[in-house]
C-alpha cells in the first residue's frame, strides 16, 4: 500500500486503540503469572511457556500494526476488547491444563493467537462501505449454510450426542456468519414492505415474510435432522431480532421466542436426545450421577465461587465434564466468584453495546442490519452459555467465545467483531488536520 499523506497521519490516529491494547496485555502478563505461580509452579518454567504467552502478545500486537498501517477508521475498542477476553480465555485454558506450554505449536494455541489477526483483517477488507458487497448476493450466503448443513450432516462423526466434522470441529459455527449477511441482504431489499406503520396483510407483505421465513428454513431443516438444538434456538432469535431491527415491530422477537418454546417443547415430548437434556435441566439432582452430573457440578461451582471466588487454583473445575468447552463460566465463577464472572461478561456487553450504537448510526440499511446482527448473535450466543450454567434455561452445549477452548466458535465470532469494526468505520467524519477531528476519531 502506498504510504499517502491521509495513510501516514492516521499512524497518530489510533493512540487510543494502543493504549487500551498494552492495558489488555498487561492484564494478561499479570495473570497468566499468577496462574503459573499458583497452579504450575510445581513444573518449572520453560521457554514453552514463554512461546505460548509471548505468541498471543505478538500477535495481538501484529493486528494493531495492521489497523495503522492501513489507516482504519473502525472503532478503537473492539480489538482491546477481544484480546482482553481471548487473553483472560487463554490463560485460563492453561490453567485448566486444557494445553500445556508445550502444546504451544498446536492448532487449539493457534486460535488464540489468530483471533486477534483474523478480527483486523476482517475489519480492513470491509471497511469504508465495503461490507456492502456481500449484499449483492444474499441467496448465495442461504445456500451455502444448507451446503455446510448438509456435508456435516453426511460426513459429520457423531460424540457425546452432536454432530462433529473432521477432528472433532464444528462447521456448523459457520453459519450463524451466513445467515446474518443472507438475512441482511434479504430484509435490506424487501424489508419496507413489513416495516411499522405499513400495513402486514398486503400481497408484499405476504411475499416478504414467505422470502424471509423461507431463507432461515432452508439450513433449519437441515438442523432439526443434526438435532443441533443449540444452533436452532441461536438461529431462530437471530431472526427474530434481525427482522424487528429491520421493521421496527417488536412482534417478531416474541413470535422468534414463541417458535423456539414451541420446538423445545415438541422435542421434549418426542425426541429422546431432548427429553435427557430436560430432565437434566428440570430436576439434575435426580440424577446426580447421571444425566444430570454436568448440571449438578455446574451449580455446585457457581455458588461455591460466592462473591469474591476461591480464588485461582483453589476450585474443582476438572470435575465437570467438558469444563473447558460447554462449562467454562461455572469455572470462572468458581475461582473469580460473582464480581470476576460479571467482569467479564461486562466485557462481552460492551461490545454488544457498541454493535447498535454503530448499528444506530451508519447510513446503509444492509450494513446497519449486518451490525445488529453480529450483536444479536454475541448476545445469544452469551445468554445460551451463562443460561445453560446457571440453569436459567436447558443445556445446549455452546461454547462462550474467547473463553472457551475451540477454534470454530473463536474464528467465527472474530469475524462477526470484525464486521462491527467494519461498519464502525462508514459513519465516522472524514480524517483533517486539526487537532479536534484528531481527538473525535480517538473517542470513537
Not at 492453561?94 to 483471533?115: E, I, V
Not at 448440571?295 to 457457581?302: D, I, N, P
Request: net charge positive; with cysteine; glycine share 10%.
Amino acid at each position: 500500500m502506498a504510504a499517502t499523506a491521509d495513510t501516514r497521519r492516521f499512524f497518530i490516529a489510533r493512540p487510543a486503540e494502543f493504549r487500551f491494547l498494552l492495558a489488555a496485555l498487561g492484564l494478561f502478563v499479570l495473570f497468566f503469572g499468577i496462574i503459573f505461580a499458583f497452579v504450575h509452579t510445581d513444573q518449572g518454567f520453560t521457554a514453552d511457556d514463554l512461546y505460548l504467552a509471548g505468541g498471543f502478545i505478538v500477535a495481538a500486537l501484529f493486528a494493531h500494526g495492521l489497523m495503522v498501517m492501513f489507516g482504519s477508521r473502525s472503532d478503537t475498542t473492539l480489538l482491546p476488547i477481544w484480546v482482553l477476553l481471548c487473553s483472560i480465555g487463554l490463560s485460563y485454558q492453561y490453567r485448566l491444563k486444557t494445553f500445556q506450554g508445550s502444546d504451544w505449536n498446536t492448532p487449539a494455541c493457534w486460535m488464540f493467537a489468530a483471533a486477534p489477526v483474523v478480527l483486523a483483517l476482517t475489519t480492513l477488507v470491509f471497511e469504508n462501505n465495503r461490507l456492502k458487497w456481500l449484499a449483492k448476493m444474499p441467496g448465495l450466503w442461504i445456500i451455502m449454510a444448507f451446503g455446510v448443513n448438509v456435508a456435516v450432516l453426511s460426513t459429520g462423526v457423531t460424540f457425546r450426542g452432536a454432530v462433529f466434522g473432521p477432528g472433532k470441529t464444528t462447521p456448523t459455527e459457520i453459519i450463524k456468519p451466513l445467515l446474518i449477511i443472507g438475512l441482511a441482504g434479504l430484509l435490506a431489499r424487501h424489508g419496507h414492505h413489513i416495516t411499522r406503520g405499513t400495513p402486514l396483510f398486503t400481497a408484499d407483505s405476504r411475499r416478504t415474510h414467505i422470502i424471509v421465513f423461507g431463507a432461515w428454513l432452508i439450513p433449519a431443516v437441515v438442523l432439526i435432522l443434526l438435532g443441533d438444538l443449540g444452533m436452532i434456538t441461536a438461529t431462530g432469535l437471530l431472526l427474530g431480532i434481525m427482522m424487528t431491527m429491520a421493521t421496527k415491530r417488536l412482534l417478531y422477537p416474541l413470535a422468534g421466542a414463541a417458535g423456539v418454546a414451541g420446538l423445545g417443547w415438541m422435542a421434549m415430548r418426542w425426541v429422546g436426545k431432548a427429553q435427557i437434556r430436560f430432565s437434566a435441566w428440570l430436576t439434575p439432582f435426580d440424577y446426580p450421577d447421571t444425566r444430570g452430573f454436568q448440571t449438578a457440578r455446574s451449580l455446585f461451582a457457581v455458588f461455591n465461587g460466592e462473591f469474591f471466588g476461591q480464588g485461582i487454583g483453589n476450585g474443582l473445575p476438572q470435575s465437570i465434564p467438558l469444563v473447558e468447552t460447554d462449562f467454562v463460566y461455572a469455572a470462572v465463577a468458581e475461582e473469580f466468584g460473582f464480581i470476576g464472572s460479571i467482569a467479564i461478561l461486562w466485557l462481552v456487553f460492551a461490545i454488544i453495546r457498541k454493535s447498535l450504537t454503530i448499528a444506530r448510526e451508519n447510513n446503509d440499511m444492509f450494513s446497519s442490519l449486518v451490525c445488529s446482527g453480529c450483536g444479536a448473535m454475541w448476545l445469544i450466543q452469551i445468554l445460551m452459555h451463562v443460561g445453560g450454567v446457571i440453569k436459567l434455561i436447558p443445556m445446549t452445549g455452546v461454547p462462550f467465545p474467547g473463553l472457551s477452548s475451540g477454534g470454530s466458535a473463536m474464528l467465527v465470532f472474530s469475524v462477526l467483531t470484525g464486521w462491527i469494526g467494519a461498519a464502525s468505520s462508514g459513519f465516522k467524519p472524514r480524517f483533517q488536520d486539526s487537532r479536534k477531528n484528531i481527538r473525535a476519531l480517538n473517542r470513537r
